[in-house]
């Protein structure tokens, strides 16, 4: 679910395997983060409870999925097909990586220091996270307990899977809104916009914060009332920090190709400055943040 766009300096990475997913390529590795060699029955177990996590990649990034320098962790898996997905590479969990939770925290205990002086923490990203939800949990409790600032990036379209307590565990919510118009989010996404509208309101009502994330597709997603949508619906959420729309564009297309997948956006363009400002005003208008 990660969207940046805007070729924030990456500070570390893993070993080279691609991960990310909305909009910007990311997660560069696993390297530090070593599989684990179990048989069947006992892996189920260990991910039901969240002690294990199937994981695409990782990344330390400053400037995007939220604030400060981050440890973003793409999670595999995705139950949505968006057009213009960047990784294509972490919709199937069974291309990740089993890593144990406390492996994994043992890796952000590393990095407290570089958080602490940067305002940053940790990103679970993906694919989608909430498809892990248990080791989600367990991972976002681990972190906190540290002290560290725990971001969510996500479609919302699994929300439901969030409970309460996971909540509780959010300093931020990076929250996906692809399209306003449900029939459009459906053209986009393969999926319904309800689940993602219900998981907003829960944030809000919860007290979470929140940057909502839009991504600006010429003939897709930029239509004035499509866009209208969105911007009406996140000026009735009270914990909306900022909105960032981010401009569509050709990075991810390589990946289609290579997995044999066909990919509907390979005429699309760019969209221009205008538009891009254009809808920026749109939710602007509402006195929102924009970036
Ligand atoms: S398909 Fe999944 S990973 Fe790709 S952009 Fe959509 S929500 Fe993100």
């Given at each position: ?191 319904e916009l309800a689940p993602t509208l ?13 940057w909502i994330r839009f991504v600006l ?60 400002e254009r809808v920026r005003d749109q ?9």
């Amino acid at each position: 679910m990660s969207t940046g766009t805007d070729g924030a300096p990456v500070v570390e990475l893993g070993t080279p395997l691609v991960g990310g997913s909305t909009h910007r390529t990311a997660g560069q590795g696993t390297q530090g983060l070593a599989g684990t060699d179990l048989d069947r029955p006992e892996r189920l177990a260990q991910v039901r409870s969240g002690e294990l996590g199937s994981l695409h990649s990782w990344e330390l990034v400053t400037a995007v999925d939220g604030p400060g320098t981050r440890l973003t962790v793409f999670l595999a898996g995705c139950p949505l097909r968006c057009l213009y997905c960047h990784n294509p590479d972490t919709l199937e969990m069974r291309r990740g990586t089993d890593v144990t939770a406390d492996e994994l925290l043992k890796k952000v205990a590393r990095y407290r220091g570089v958080f602490r002086a940067t305002g940053g923490g940790l990103t679970l990203s993906g694919g989608e996270p909430l498809m892990q939800p248990a080791f989600v949990a367990r991972v976002l409790r681990g972190a906190t307990e540290m002290g560290v600032h725990t971001t969510l990036d996500t479609s919302g379209f699994l929300g439901a899977a969030a409970t309460d307590a996971m909540l509780d565990d959010l300093d931020l919510v990076l929250l996906d809104v692809k399209s306003g118009i449900p029939d459009t989010y459906t053209r986009v996404t393969g999926r319904e916009l309800a689940p993602t509208l219900e998981f907003g309101r829960r944030l809000s009502d919860h007290g979470v914060a929140m940057w909502i994330r839009f991504v600006l597709v010429p003939d897709l997603t930029d239509a004035r009332d499509n866009v209208e949508a969105v911007a009406d619906y996140v000026s009735t959420l009270s914990t909306v920090a900022r909105v960032e729309v981010l401009p569509f564009h050709q990075m991810g297309r390589d990946k289609w190709d290579e997995l044999g997948m066909r990919y509907e956006l390979g005429d699309t363009r760019p969209p221009t400055p205008e538009l891009v400002e254009r809808v920026r005003d749109q939710f602007r208008a509402r006195g929102l943040e924009v970036h």
